[in-house]
């Protein structure tokens, strides 16, 4: 069984992990093989799911306005994808974003990335119009989830 913690934004499993799924984007999107993701605020907070001492999924919250967090850089590796892991980061990251004063939490994704989309409409997220700076991208697919 998975754990899911709070680490440092400069952990080298959560680092191993954001690489790891930076190359798989750049593969599923054809982007440039030095493509990277905007930096977080820093503010942003940040969860590392665990089984046993081998990191298996990560995932960010990012304040983005006054009541509204962002979940990013949602990554499971690959051989643990199926296994309640991304279920696990979901729920704590909403929970995350309720202990900050999270009203609402929110997320982009990509149309090719259907897995996940099913994961966001599973967990009670919403498609919305697509916010910035994803507005103008067919390839974006944007959610919300009001938070309790």
Same mark, same amino acid.
């Given at each position: 069984?998975?754990?899911? $913690?709070?680490?440092?934004? &400069? &952990?080298?499993?959560?680092?191993?992990?954001?690489?790891?799924?930076? #190359? /798989?984007?750049?593969? *599923?999107?054809?982007?440039?093989? &030095?493509?990277?993701? !905007?930096?977080? *605020?820093?503010?942003?907070?940040?969860?590392? @799911?665990?089984?046993?001492? !081998?990191?298996?999924?990560?995932? $960010?919250?990012?304040?983005?306005?006054?009541?509204?967090? %962002?979940?990013?850089?949602?990554?499971? @590796?690959?051989? #643990? !994808?199926?296994?309640?892991?991304?279920? @696990?980061?979901? *729920?704590?990251?909403?929970?995350? $974003?309720?202990?900050?004063?999270?009203?609402?939490?929110?997320? /982009?994704?990509?149309?090719?990335?259907?897995?996940?989309?099913?994961?966001? %409409?599973? @967990?009670?997220?919403?498609?919305?119009?697509?916010?910035?700076?994803? /507005?103008?991208?067919? /390839?974006?697919?944007?959610?919300?989830?009001?938070?309790?």
């Amino acid at each position: 069984m998975a754990t899911v $913690a709070e680490c440092p934004a &400069d &952990d080298g499993f959560l680092l191993a992990l954001l690489t790891a799924m930076t #190359a /798989e984007l750049v593969v *599923a999107y054809d982007l440039p093989p &030095d493509a990277r993701p !905007r930096p977080l *605020a820093p503010a942003s907070r940040f969860l590392l @799911a665990r089984e046993g001492s !081998r990191a298996i999924g990560c995932c $960010a919250v990012e304040p983005v306005a006054p009541g509204v967090y %962002e979940l990013k850089r949602m990554f499971v @590796a690959p051989d #643990a !994808r199926g296994t309640g892991v991304s279920t @696990a980061l979901v *729920a704590e990251s909403e929970r995350l $974003a309720r202990s900050g004063g999270g009203v609402r939490i929110r997320l /982009e994704t990509g149309v090719r990335q259907p897995a996940a989309m099913r994961l966001y %409409e599973r @967990a009670g997220y919403r498609r919305v119009p697509n916010f910035p700076p994803h /507005e103008g991208d067919p /390839e974006s697919v944007c959610y919300e989830k009001e938070l309790a």
